[in-house]
């Protein structure tokens, strides 16, 4: 009994408990916008919607290495219970995005034409909307990095509802009063919007009434240099191999079937989102407990089970009960279709999900040499794409095929370097 109540008290568990409430009500809030999107548009505009959406998610490679950066430096002042050092690097961190976000937003208006072509888009208006929220994402790094350093779950699963509710308010309305895309779009826009604002005043309102303290900006940035450019890199794989599938399915395939895909991939990946509480939590213990010195196996074992166990779980409701969890996500008939895919897909997910939590133990603490494996599989997946795919199983397949060997090759990648 004392054991059980000891773990319970694991951070892992106690963190990953509050993020997993978080994330449950907030995955409850985005199903109930995305069901009312899934029936009010069509299932090409639901596509189209999709690979827009999986097209901002790839930026999340910016996102989550700027945020995972900023996690571990605000873990490490944590640890050390430094507070007088977070308000300096919140400041430079600000500077720091301020740039890049600027830098994203010229880039990608240059690129407006390339883009519209290989997505099949004929109304720019849509690219622009996701641009800018893009480059709101980029800025949000900061707070939310603060927020995970310090290991705040319960305000992260607070606010992050905030979002879901918005779409609902601003996105559903406005397609219910007949601007499609458009409408649902902006909605995703405010949705990342308005939370970023607040934090910016909250945290700008707290620092504004302590003192400065004298720090090494040189030795910061130097540091941030050193570790941030390998891990954008290492961030930028795993990121690249979970929101490609929607964008090359768009591109390669007719607008009906990329749209049923995506309803595919969005009931599948909701056993990664139901697991990825784990993984948020994980990162910056990870980073705490390397700071302590203290050991890192049995924290990597025991989100390994977790992981393993809930996604078994419903990998096997999604075998037996297919047409069940297709009436709870997507009950529209030309949604039944994707039946027979739902099994093959969850054990993919079920890879997938341990594949990022290897990853992510890796860049907490600091070994970013990881992303020679991660961009070297993304590349080998566009190029099975492109070969194999003839049907949605084959997709299916390379997805499968490839996170079994990332999983592998990170094995080996631990194995040899566990000493150093």
């Given at each position: 009994?004392?054991?059980?109540?000891?773990?319970?008290?694991?951070?892992?568990?106690?963190?990953?408990?509050?993020?997993?409430?978080?994330?449950?009500?907030?995955?409850?809030?985005?199903?109930?916008?995305?069901?009312?999107?899934?029936?009010?548009l069509s299932i090409e505009?639901?596509?189209?919607?999709?690979?827009?959406?999986?097209?901002?998610?790839?930026?999340?490679?910016?996102?989550?290495?700027?945020?995972?950066?900023?996690?571990?430096?605000?873990?490490?002042?944590?640890?050390?219970?430094?507070?007088?050092?977070?308000?300096?690097?919140?400041?430079?961190?600000?500077?720091?995005?301020?740039?890049?976000?600027?830098?994203?937003?010229?880039?990608?208006?240059?690129?407006?034409?390339?883009?519209?072509?290989?997505?099949?888009?004929?109304?720019?208006?849509?690219?622009?909307?996701?641009?800018?929220?893009?480059?709101?994402?980029?800025?949000?790094?900061?707070?939310?990095?603060?927020?995970?350093?310090?290991?705040?779950?319960?305000?992260?699963?607070?606010?992050?509802?905030?979002?879901?509710?918005?779409?609902?308010?601003?996105?559903?309305?406005?397609?219910?009063?007949?601007?499609?895309?458009?409408?649902?779009?902006?909605?995703?826009?405010?949705?990342?919007?308005?939370?970023?604002?607040?934090?910016?005043?909250?945290?700008?309102?707290?620092?504004?009434?302590?003192?400065?303290?004298?720090?090494?900006?040189?030795?910061?940035?130097?540091?941030?240099?050193?570790?941030?450019?390998?891990f954008v890199f290492a961030?930028?794989?795993?990121?690249?191999?979970?929101?490609?599938?929607?964008?090359?399915?768009?591109?390669?395939?007719?607008?009906?079937?990329?749209?049923?895909?995506?309803?595919?991939?969005?009931?599948?990946?909701?056993?990664?989102?139901?697991?990825?509480?784990?993984?948020?939590?994980?990162?910056?213990?990870?980073?705490?407990?390397?700071?302590?010195?203290?050991?890192?196996?049995?924290?990597?074992?025991?989100?390994?089970?977790?992981?393993?166990?809930?996604?078994?779980?419903?990998?096997?409701?999604?075998?037996?009960?297919?047409?069940?969890?297709?009436?709870?996500?997507?009950?529209?008939?030309?949604?039944?279709?994707?039946?027979?895919?739902?099994?093959?897909?969850?054990?993919?997910?079920?890879?997938?999900?341990?594949?990022?939590?290897?990853?992510?133990?890796?860049?907490?603490?600091?070994?970013?040499?990881?992303?020679?494996?991660?961009?070297?599989?993304?590349?080998?997946?566009?190029?099975?794409?492109?070969?194999?795919?003839?049907?949605?199983?084959?997709?299916?397949?390379?997805?499968?095929?490839?996170?079994?060997?990332?999983?592998?090759?990170?094995?080996?990648?631990?194995?040899?370097?566990?000493?150093?």
């Amino acid at each position: 009994m004392n054991k059980v109540l000891v773990l319970a008290k694991h951070p892992l568990i106690s963190g990953s408990t509050i993020m997993l409430v978080g994330s449950f009500i907030a995955s409850i809030l985005n199903y109930i916008s995305n069901l009312i999107m899934g029936r009010l548009l069509s299932i090409e505009d639901y596509g189209l919607l999709i690979s827009l959406t999986s097209f901002v998610m790839l930026f999340g490679t910016i996102n989550n290495s700027l945020s995972h950066i900023f996690t571990r430096f605000f873990a490490t002042h944590a640890a050390r219970e430094d507070s007088s050092g977070i308000k300096p690097i919140f400041l430079i961190g600000f500077k720091l995005v301020l740039i890049l976000s600027i830098v994203i937003l010229l880039t990608l208006s240059f690129l407006t034409n390339f883009i519209a072509n290989f997505l099949n888009i004929n109304n720019n208006v849509y690219l622009f909307i996701m641009y800018i929220s893009i480059v709101v994402a980029v800025v949000a790094t900061l707070p939310s990095g603060l927020l995970q350093g310090k290991m705040k779950f319960y305000l992260i699963s607070i606010t992050g509802v905030f979002p879901p509710i918005i779409k609902i308010l601003f996105g559903v309305t406005l397609v219910i009063l007949g601007y499609g895309v458009f409408g649902a779009l902006i909605g995703f826009l405010l949705a990342v919007l308005i939370p970023t604002v607040i934090f910016y005043i909250y945290f700008m309102g707290l620092f504004k009434s302590q003192k400065t303290k004298i720090f090494n900006k040189i030795k910061f940035l130097k540091e941030l240099k050193s570790y941030g450019f390998t891990f954008v890199f290492a961030s930028a794989g795993i990121t690249f191999l979970s929101n490609t599938d929607v964008i090359f399915v768009r591109n390669l395939f007719d607008p009906l079937i990329a749209g049923q895909y995506a309803a595919l991939s969005l009931m599948g990946k909701a056993i990664f989102y139901v697991t990825s509480p784990i993984s948020f939590v994980f990162f910056p213990l990870i980073a705490y407990k390397k700071e302590k010195k203290e050991k890192l196996v049995g924290t990597i074992l025991l989100a390994a089970i977790t992981i393993i166990l809930a996604s078994v779980t419903l990998s096997f409701v999604y075998f037996m009960f297919p047409r069940a969890v297709l009436s709870i996500f997507f009950p529209g008939e030309g949604y039944k279709v994707l039946a027979p895919y739902l099994g093959p897909f969850s054990l993919y997910i079920l890879l997938f999900s341990l594949v990022y939590l290897l990853n992510n133990f890796f860049l907490s603490i600091g070994r970013t040499g990881v992303y020679k494996i991660t961009l070297v599989a993304f590349l080998l997946q566009i190029a099975l794409f492109y070969i194999f795919h003839r049907s949605l199983f084959q997709i299916i397949g390379v997805l499968f095929i490839m996170s079994f060997f990332i999983l592998i090759a990170l094995l080996i990648y631990y194995w040899k370097t566990r000493d150093k």
